[in-house]
């Protein structure tokens, strides 16, 4: 029962903020899901979907996890990801599926990328790297 693999539809679920910003940070989203598009990457971008603006936020992270979980063979963050509770929930659960993650750096232009992996295992909640910070990591072997 375990043992089917099936292909990942998506090789990227796009992560950030969005509660807070205006439209939900859309204009963002669509800008990095269209460059990761026109370098030839499938892209899951929950501010792709309308519904969202009705969902509440349990609804919304059901749904952004499954994707992460299911459909999507790596993760990609957006600037400010580490201060938005969805996003780190999202890398939580992208570190504990043994997802590769990587941060988008827009050049200045905002007209192309860089992606800067990142090792979720060195994360620790919230926002921060390193030990010092009175909280738990993500790995459950520290």
């Keep these: 029962m375990f043992n089917k693999k099936k292909k990942n539809k998506y090789d990227f679920y796009l992560a950030g903020p969005m509660r807070g910003y205006v439209n939900l940070n859309k204009d963002v989203f669509t800008l990095a899901a269209r460059i990761l598009r026109s370098k030839g990457f499938t892209v899951w971008s929950p501010s792709e979907h309308a519904d969202y603006i009705h969902f ?48 988008i750096i827009f050049d200045k232009e905002k007209l192309d990328i860089e992606l800067i992996q990142l090792d979720l295992s060195d994360y620790y909640l919230p926002y921060g790297y390193g030990y010092g910070h009175g909280i738990k990591a993500f790995n459950p072997h520290l």
């Design 56 to 103: 509440s936020f349990a609804e919304c992270m059901s749904l952004d996890l499954n994707n992460v979980i299911n459909n999507c063979r790596k993760i990609v963050f957006l600037s400010g990801w580490k201060k938005s509770v969805g996003a780190n929930i999202e890398a939580l659960v992208a570190f504990a599926c043994n997802k590769e993650a990587f941060e």
